[in-house]
């Protein structure tokens, strides 16, 4: 018997926080780097603890929107060109997921210039306080060079914000920055890693936790975070999600496991973040380096949700999808019994729905063709035979809901990919 899932929501969004910074070394904590700016600039202007906690998971989740490397690293510019299109992306990612409405808010309009008080508002609506706060945070976070030693960079950015007084940023917000810019440790806690265990000190308190379906939700946004940075792959975790949680109904599953393996499912690409999308969406063969990368994917995965005590069984469900029975698969070569039911699902469900998708260099498989490579890799040992033969048998169910949740994924990708017009 499985206990009920309760699983806290700082800890969660962190976690998949850090994955959205795999995509390259150059932005590695770049997210929790401005939820701690954020959150000493607040606690330095007095604002009450809630709104604090709101500002940390609004800075690690700021740059949600920007889904590909051009758009991250161009974010990390110090003056960016157009940068609302990801402000408004990550707004309407984040959006998905009701407990983090006030966040989408404060994420939508974190690059609008003070601009002498007209920055209040931006296209006609009101922009939050906290806004701005995560643009003067995350401003000061790019100008950081990780490379060179730290005191001597503090003053310079202090000067380099403090010259946009008003234009860029509220001027009491840069008297805060000022404050606290003051004070040592504030530097050594970003210069050392220490951020994000400082942040956890802060948090536990009075965690939020979420139940299996709010957990479940948050998954899904995360799944469209995945997905949704190509064409190729708009769909995949929702298929792959639907068509595992569909498998495991005719397994020994019970109905909070079932919630369990759709959220493995949902996740199970996570590592794919560190993947750029020019391979994701290569057109011929991968070379043997973008192969290295590649699979990657499933080890990344796996470590960034490793630290979530009660996303064990998830974790294992989820990312061990290109392991083989015959511990020929990767990334640890797990074989036989000791690879866990739920991840043998998944390796099914994934080769079901990677298959039966286009991709760059093929279109989708006709069903029989789509069955007959699932059997071969039931019979090469690769993959289950009993849960390949409940695939077979129920064919039309399953396939079924995985069109239907083509559908649904179709339909708010293009609501998605409207901003870029
Ligand atoms: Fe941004
Ligand atoms: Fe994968
Ligand atoms: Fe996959």
């Known amino acids: 018997m499985i206990k009920e899932l309760q699983i806290p929501l700082f800890d969660l969004a962190t976690s998949l ?22 959150y000493q600039i607040a606690s330095e ?45 990550g707004y309407r990612l984040l959006r998905m997921f009701e407990p983090f409405s006030q966040i989408a808010g404060i994420v939508r309009f974190h690059h609008v210039p003070w601009a002498s008080g007209a920055g209040r508002e931006y296209n006609n609506k009101e922009v939050p306080p906290e806004s701005h706060i995560i643009h003067l945070a995350d401003r000061i976070a790019v100008l950081i060079d990780p490379k060179k030693e730290i005191f001597s960079q503090a003053a310079p950015i202090v000067e380099t914000i403090a010259a946009r007084t008003g234009t860029m940023f509220a001027p009491e917000l840069v008297e805060a920055f000022k404050q606290v810019g003051e004070k040592e440790f504030f530097w050594l806690d970003i210069a050392s890693d220490l951020t994000a265990p400082y942040l956890q000190t802060i948090i536990p308190s009075d965690t939020l936790m979420l139940d299996p379906n ?11 975070v995945i997905d949704f940075r190509s064409p ?38 996570l590592g794919k973040l560190a993947v ?82 286009d991709r760059p260099y093929r279109k989708a498989m006709p069903t029989h063709e789509v069955l007959a490579i699932l059997q071969k890799n039931a019979d090469n040992g690769g993959i289950d035979p009993e849960i390949t033969a409940i695939l077979r048998k129920n064919y039309h169910e399953i396939n079924g809901k995985r069109l239907q949740e083509e559908q649904k994924s179709d339909h708010e990708y293009r609501l998605f990919t409207e901003i870029y017009g």
């Open 276 to 357: 750029p999308v020019e391979i994701l969406e290569k057109q011929d063969k991968l070379t043997p380096q973008e192969w290295n990368i590649m699979r990657r994917h499933t080890y990344y995965g796996y470590h960034v949700l490793q630290p979530l005590h009660d996303f064990r069984t998830i974790n294992l469900w989820g990312s061990l999808h290109h392991e083989r029975l015959d511990g020929r698969g990767y990334p640890f070569h797990i074989r036989g019994d000791e690879l866990a039911l739920g991840s043998r699902v998944m390796a099914v469900a994934d080769i079901f729905a990677a298959i039966s998708e």
């Open 17 to 38: 926080s850090s994955a959205m910074d795999l995509i390259s070394p150059m932005v590695a904590n770049h997210h929790k780097q401005v939820a701690y700016i954020a």
């Open 45 to 89: 202007l007095g604002l009450p603890m809630q709104r604090r906690k709101n500002l940390i998971l609004s800075g690690a989740l700021h740059d949600i929107g920007a889904l590909s490397f051009q758009e991250r690293l161009s974010s990390l510019e110090f003056e960016i060109q157009n940068p609302h299109k990801h402000a408004e992306a």
């Open 214 to 224: 709010e957990t479940l939700a948050l998954a899904r946004l995360f799944a469209k």
């Open 232 to 269: 190729f792959t708009a769909n995949h975790s929702s298929s792959v999600a639907i068509i595992a949680e569909t498998l495991a109904s005719y397994l020994p599953f019970s109905q909070a496991e079932l919630v369990m393996i759709r959220v493995a499912g949902y996740l199970h690409d």
